[in-house]
T-cell receptor, first 115, second 108 residues
Framework: GAVVSQHPSWVICKSGTSVKIECRSL??????MFWYRQFPKQSLMLMAT?????????EQGVEKDKFLINHASLTLSTLTVTSAHPEDSSFYICSARRGIQETQYFGPGTRLLVL | ELKVEQNPLFLSMQEGKNYTIYCNYSTTSDRLYWYRQDPGKSLESLFV?????AVKQEGRLMASLDTKARLSTLHITAAVHDLSATYFC????????FGAGTTVTVRA
């Protein structure tokens, strides 16, 4: 099967610091990776779509300068939450797919708590 | 923009009984997914439905798709405690669109 990992699985940081979350496709090459955010008892909300080697496409309302996404290789995408604040505390989930008509495979998620 | 609506949002099930979760979507969806999420966990893929009339079954769960009615259903047969979770219906055009989720609690 297709496996997607995320690191770290949870992180606690102080307000104002930056946090980087990694998303890796372990056994396939992912042309596209997606980043989602999920607040407690809510559904998943797509934040951005990233294609390898190009700039990410952000959904409306998502600050691209705050949530920096890099997709430098076909197996790795990173999400950096810059100058994190308590309202950024959430469950961040990435997904990856091989191609346009392919199924997305979800990572295990990263829980971020900003104090 | 594809919109996905699930109902009910909360479902309290009695063990041994049958229940159905409904999923309506607003425009054409390339495919329809059902996912399960346990508290604090990520998504577990249950079904991918690709075409009109598609029916898939796994254990006590059965999913179906009616593209003409833009409706998918997730049927639960003889509910058991292990099925307690949140179930998401997800449509896809150029991106995934998630329903609000149905939180299922199975009681004895």
């Amino acid at each position: 099967g297709a496996v997607v990992s995320q690191h770290p699985s949870w992180v606690i940081c102080k307000s104002g610091t930056s946090v980087k979350i990694e998303c890796r496709s372990l056994d396939f090459q992912a042309t596209t990776m997606f980043w989602y955010r999920q607040f407690p008892k809510q559904s998943l909300m797509l934040m951005a779509t990233s294609n390898e080697g190009s700039k990410a496409t952000y959904e409306q309302g998502v600050e691209k300068d705050k949530f920096l996404i890099n997709h430098a290789s076909l197996t790795l995408s990173t999400l950096t939450v810059t100058s994190a604040h308590p309202e950024d505390s959430s469950f961040y989930i990435c997904s990856a797919r091989r191609g346009i008509q392919e199924t997305q495979y979800f990572g295990p998620g990263t829980r971020l708590l900003v104090l | 923009e594809l919109k996905v609506e699930q109902n009910p949002l909360f479902l309290s099930m009695q063990e041994g009984k049958n229940y159905t979760i409904y999923c309506n979507y607003s425009t054409t969806s390339d495919r329809l997914y059902w996912y399960r999420q346990d508290p604090g966990k990520s998504l577990e893929s249950l079904f991918v439905l690709l075409s009109n009339g598609a029916v898939k079954q796994e254990g006590r769960l059965m999913a179906s798709l009616d593209t003409k009615a833009r409706l998918s259903t997730l049927h639960i047969t003889a509910a058991v405690h292990d099925l307690s979770a949140t179930y998401f219906c997800v449509g896809e055009d150029y991106k995934l669109s998630f329903g609000a989720g149905t939180t299922v609690t199975v009681r004895a």
